[in-house]
């Protein structure tokens, strides 16, 4: 059972920077991928940015791209979100997902591991 460790989360002006990582306790195959979820209260998980094992390749939301950029450090069994330029807009609890075996990383659905989350607000 592989478990994930969110860490990072802290409150923030707008235009201000952050960076969340997120721990695994085993090593993620390369067949798998790992991601960043949010969900703002009232509203549903979105996923943020999607980072796949093999390649190191990711795909971000729309409301992201050129101010989020994942990453992975593998010596680590660690990912990380590198958020810029933050909008009040990206308050929401960030969760961190895995999947170990190979196929579809586009939906929460796909995850098999989930961490408990870290809360980002951003405030003026």
């Known amino acids: 059972q592989v478990q994930l460790v969110e860490s990072g989360g802290a409150s923030v002006h707008p235009g201000g920077s952050l960076r969340l990582s997120c721990a695994a306790s085993e090593y993620i195959p390369e067949s798998g991928c790992m991601a960043w979820f949010r969900q703002a209260p009232g509203k549903e998980r979105e996923v943020v940015a999607t980072?796949?094992?093999?390649?190191?390749?990711?795909s971000y939301a729309d409301s992201v791209k050129g101010r989020f950029t994942a990453s992975q450090d593998n010596a680590k069994n660690t990912l990380y979100l590198q958020m810029s330029s933050v909008k009040s807009e990206d308050t929401a609890m960030y969760y961190c997902?895995?999947?170990?075996?190979?196929?579809?990383?586009?939906?929460?659905?796909?995850?098999?591991?989930w961490g408990q989350g870290t809360q980002v607000t951003v405030s003026s």
């Open positions: 997902a895995a999947r170990r075996r190979g196929g579809s990383c586009l939906r929460d659905l796909d995850y098999e591991y």
């Open positions: 980072l796949y094992r093999r390649t190191g390749g990711t």
